[in-house]
């Protein structure tokens, strides 16, 4: 199969990282002959035809880059599919106007779950469309929302807002989520709290299935993917592997990082360049030391000499899903008098404003063609806000505004390296 006439591979894992479909990469891999791959990897999807819709996009842009920058290499480009979701209002694709029904949620997210919690879903669905003005149904709903989160979550010491979201009572939470509404009104009176709630039950179905695919991501990338690399490639051949993510999953790729064995690190790693697209998991990742905790380290930062190259993570300002929902979403247990700008820096996220640790390099997306001068094993943030910046939902905001030429080629200019 090709895409924009480069070979294309798709590959599927399951939640639990099994790999479920090879796409005979392995197989095919060695008669193609190539320079380098290029893995790919959606963030919150609905269904496979829109992580291929992506696919082909970014795919069509990689292929006239190398064509005009890099006609002597030989690229290949693989499609990761993993269990992910998109909650429906916060599609891009969507209607603005088109209103979502609890049982809509329900039948909407139920694909991106195990079978057995589709009557969890339905019955979440059901009571947050009759809103019943009752404490006991919201226990309910709380706990069911709260048994939607399974995935074992692999840097549990960042984003904490999970256990609190599992533990705490469930007028604390709701409370909480309600106030992350765009258009919440701190001025309700005593006859509007039950209907506040269930919008804070609402917003914590949304919270939790953001921390379930959150953490599903890591253990894809670990458990998953990273096994699968270095197999893929003995030490020193060909072809260079490049990894591309997108939100969620530019989690998932960085977690494979933690999966290559120790023997596949360094210059031996099979990994080449790392690239994360407006990556919503914590900035503090490859931190090492930590910069608000110098006895502390960033969940992956024994993991950062698993790439053999450039490390790149693009931000925007524009995108309101990792600089408003992510740390919101995190600082649950914690201290609403610090102010909103610490609580951001604290509970951030990579496609908010990069890689935070020490030795980065801030750079601005350039224009296709224009020179980088990237380093090896060195980590780069690069400030996109003049290129990620279309308002697309009122929850994302620009975080899925990504099919541009400039990031391409960032990401061949670091392949190039």
């Not at 790999?19 to 095919?28: I, R, S």
């Not at 469930?170 to 006859?191: P, R």
């Not at 790392?274 to 960033?298: E, K, N, V």
């Not at 990792?322 to 820096?345: F, I, K, R």
Request: hydrophobic residues 45%; negative net charge; charged residues 20%.
């Amino acid at each position: 199969m090709e895409i924009a006439g480069l070979p294309y591979w798709e590959i599927r894992f399951d939640e639990r990282g099994a790999l479920v479909d090879d796409g005979w990469l392995p197989a095919e891999l060695a008669g193609h002959n190539l320079s380098d791959l290029f893995f790919f990897c959606h963030g919150w999807n609905n269904s496979a035809s829109s992580a291929r819709d992506l696919y082909q996009a970014m795919i069509t842009l990689l292929s006239a880059q190398v064509g005009e920058h890099a006609a002597d290499r030989s690229a290949g480009t693989v499609g990761i599919f993993w269990p992910s979701l998109v909650f429906p209002e916060d599609d891009p694709t969507a209607s603005p106007a088109a209103a979502t029904t609890g049982q809509q949620l329900a039948h909407a997210l139920a694909p991106a779950f195990p079978p057995e919690q589709t009557q969890v879903l339905s019955r979440i669905g059901e009571l947050l469309d009759t809103k019943p003005a009752d404490p006991q149904k919201l226990r309910e709903v709380h706990i069911l929302v709260r048994s939607l989160v399974t995935s074992p979550d692999l840097d549990a010491t960042e984003d904490t807002g999970e256990k609190a979201m599992l533990t705490q009572p469930t007028a604390t939470v709701f409370g909480h989520f309600a106030g992350m509404s765009k258009n919440h009104d701190d001025t309700q009176g005593a006859d509007d709290i039950f209907h506040s709630l269930w919008d804070g039950a609402r917003n914590a179905l949304r919270v939790a299935s953001y921390f379930e695919m959150k953490n599903r991501a890591g253990v894809i990338g670990k458990d998953g993917l990273g096994p699968l690399l270095a197999g893929l490639v003995p030490v020193g051949g060909q072809p260079r592997i490049h990894l591309v993510g997108h939100s969620f999953g530019a989690r998932l790729v960085a977690f494979a990082l933690a999966g290559l064995p120790a023997d596949r690190r360094g210059a031996a790693s099979p990994v080449k360049s790392l690239t994360l697209i407006q990556g919503a998991f914590s900035h503090f990742s490859f931190a090492q030391p930590m910069p608000i905790d110098a006895g502390r380290s960033g969940a992956l930062a024994a993991a950062r000499n698993g790439v053999d190259g450039p490390l790149l993570a693009t931000f925007s300002a524009a995108d309101r899903a990792v600089g408003w929902w992510y740390p919101a979403a995190s600082l649950l247990s914690h201290s609403h008098s610090e102010s909103a700008e610490d609580l951001t820096y604290r509970w951030g996220a990579m496609g908010h404003d990069g890689y935070q640790q020490q030795g980065v390099t801030e750079i601005v997306l350039q224009s296709a063609g224009k020179p980088y001068t990237f380093g090896n094993a060195h980590f780069y943030r690069l400030d996109s806000n003049a290129v990620i910046a279309a308002d697309q939902t009122p929850v994302g905001g620009a975080h899925s505004d990504i099919r541009h030429p400039e990031i391409l080629w960032a990401i061949l200019a670091a392949a190039l390296k």
